[in-house]
């Protein structure tokens, strides 16, 4: 495939997946997509996403049950859950063309480190952050409620040189604005990776703790107060750890939150579902990180220890 015209695939087409691919390809870039349980959904109705920023887009899709059938891509997009990385790692190194940028659109801190020994050298590894409300309604069916950017940094590769990273990176961040995606080229992806953490920690975790999507746990004296000492623990793990975050950063996330239109954060739908929550890369690892740095974080290591009891027993449910 040409630069200009590159080969997209997308690994794990759930909410996130789904919803940049499916943009990707509504702006005639040639996407394709590996799912499991839903293939044949998607193979006989196409992906559906209905957005309260784009309106319903609904189209047929190429779609593979087995990583064996797609085509080598350019770029792949992982948007998959991280407590699945390992089994991934195959699945991309066989659909991934020789050069490839793998984009992890994933939450946490230590994921690529997860990822990378398991990859072919050749290939460039991206981290992804996405600020958006979107989850899966139904096989097939992708709900968006706002937002949509996704930011891009480079984690490791073959690139030699920093301007070589950055190219990669901003033809990246191109591809996105083609689809009418905010997307920005980030020099620092661990420190974007700690700023992520400064909504995910309070807002995922206590969706599952405390039943409560982010309306009520915004309209809340108590919860409000816990989701901020949350959020100053993040900005002081980052700190210790080297990342300086911008000022007012925690403030700024927090009024978004209160404008924002009501959601279930991803972790709460990951419980519903009984599937594993993704403690690891979201709490175990900064927790470590912020530790190693001599810095204890006491009210999100407790959230951790609290949501790690609700996961055993949901998942032996």
């Known amino acids: 495939m040409s630069t200009s015209n590159p080969r997209i695939g997308v690994i794990g087409t759930g909410a996130i997946g789904g919803f940049y691919g499916l943009m990707l390809a509504r702006a005639g870039l040639e996407v394709h997509f590996l799912l499991r349980s839903e293939f044949e ?33 350019d770029w792949l997009l992982v948007g998959a859950k991280t407590t699945s990385n390992a089994e991934l790692a195959p699945l991309i190194a066989q659909v991934a063309a020789p050069d490839a940028k793998v984009v992890l659109l994933q939450n946490g801190l230590g994921v690529e480190e997860q990822l990378r020994p ?129 000022q007012g950063y925690a403030e700024h996330l927090f009024a978004v939150t209160e404008k924002m239109p009501d959601y279930w954060p991803s972790m709460y739908h990951d419980f519903t579902q009984q599937r594993p929550l993704e403690l690891a890369a979201i709490y175990a690892e900064p927790l470590a990180q912020a530790r190693a740095a001599g810095c204890e974080l006491p009210k999100m290591q407790v959230l951790y220890q609290a949501l790690a009891f609700i996961d055993r027993h949901n998942l032996q449910d």
């Open 118 to 246: 398991l990859l072919p050298a050749d290939l460039h590894l991206l981290g992804g952050l996405c600020f958006i409300c979107v989850n899966r309604e139904a096989p097939g069916v992708i709900r968006h409620q706002s937002l949509g950017a996704v930011n891009l940094g480079y984690h490791s590769g073959p690139a030699a040189d920093e301007d070589s990273r950055q190219s990669i990176v901003e033809a990246g961040a191109t591809l996105f604005h083609a689809a009418g995606i905010d997307s920005q080229a980030m020099t620092n992806l661990a420190q974007a990776r700690w700023q992520k953490l400064v909504w995910n920690v309070p807002y995922n975790g206590l969706s599952v703790l405390l039943k409560a999507s982010t309306t009520p746990l915004m309209a809340d004296a108590d919860s409000r107060a816990l989701i901020q000492a949350l959020m100053a623990e993040v900005v002081q793990g980052a700190r210790a750890c080297g990342h300086e975050l911008p």
């Open 41 to 73: 959904a998607v193979q006989q109705h196409g992906l559906q996403l209905d957005s309260a920023v784009h309106g319903v887009i609904k189209m047929p899709v190429l779609a593979y049950a087995e990583a064996a059938d797609m085509p080598p891509c």
